[in-house]
């Protein structure tokens, strides 16, 4: 697929309310906007995204879509994951007529999501090999103490932005560190994953068929499941300050964080 044809991506938001670590959180606000009005509002200046959508289980959910203007397809309360929620919003569409060439899942937590790093991931797969069947971001971690915190998720990079694997551990392992000084952006400890994907359709279908895998039970990382089962994973690389504020609101304090921050720039 070249940039030349016209590509059509569906931009899905998988939306739940039955968090574990934080229920109703789509619903809270952030500086006067609900968390899913702000993820739709950003996804939907993305120039790439020729469609974009709402995929939830929950009537209050659609409730503050049809309040919002904000296009929804009702999914299973089956899912266990965003993707397997994006894979059913994707088919309900098809059914009505629709077709899509790539499929990107805009999680549902990164209310400040930067829409030309959505523009830039989707164009890194439609220019991709064909052997990588889907793609994500990755950005340089500087920090020791983030790339030893287990709930940053760190990339080990192959050769052409190929995804070897995805831990919350730190890796890869640095057996002689060079020490401190020698951490730039250009010469990062690791590489950050940030929970942004983009497919191709064939790619998505089957996904969301196989099996969970050893390693994505012992990580709970979704992306596994892919690896595991041989598909190629293009990790396009982005700066910090492109992907900033780097808030993913999975707890309270994430959302308190979110909410001094659109306080402080006045969004």
């Known amino acids: ?16 309310l039955e968090s574990t670590r934080f229920p109703n959180k789509p619903l809270k606000e952030i500086h006067g906007k609900t968390l899913v009005e702000r993820v739709w509002n950003q996804a939907s200046k993305s120039s790439s995204v020729t ?6 289980n929950n009537t209050e959910i659609a409730a503050e879509c049809d309040k919002k203007g904000m296009r929804y397809v009702m999914t299973s309360s089956s899912h ?5 929620r994006v894979a059913e919003a994707c088919s309900i ?3 009505q007529g629709a077709h899509f060439d790539l499929v990107a899942n805009i999680q549902g937590d990164m209310p400040f999501v ?3 790093v959505i523009d830039s991931v989707t164009h890194s797969l439609a220019t991709a090999d064909t052997d990588f069947g889907m793609a994500t971001i990755g950005t340089p971690i500087t920090s020791r103490e983030e790339y ?7 990339i080990a990079l192959g050769e052409n932005g190929r995804a070897l694997y995805f831990s919350r551990s730190p890796i890869p392992h640095w057996r002689n560190f060079p020490g401190e000084d020698a951490i730039t952006a250009e010469n990062p400890l690791a590489y950050k994953h940030m929970g942004l994907y983009v497919f191709r359709r064939a790619t998505l279908a089957t996904i969301s068929r196989l099996p969970k895998a050893f390693t994505e039970q012992r990580e709970a990382l ?6 595991a089962h041989g598909v190629g994973i293009k990790v396009h690389i982005v700066s910090r300050a492109s992907v900033e504020p780097c808030i993913e609101v999975d707890t309270p304090q994430d959302l308190e964080d979110a909410i001094q921050w659109a306080q402080k720039v006045r969004i």
């Open 1 to 16: 697929m070249t940039t030349k044809q016209k590509i059509s991506c569906l931009g899905v938001i998988p939306v739940r």
């Open 51 to 56: 469609t974009l959508v709402v995929a939830t």
């Open 80 to 84: 266990e994951t965003g993707t397997d």
């Open 93 to 95: 569409l098809e059914s």
């Open 114 to 116: 930067n829409p030309e």
């Open 148 to 154: 030893e915190r287990a709930a940053t998720v760190k």
């Open 222 to 227: 979704e992306q596994l499941r892919a690896l």
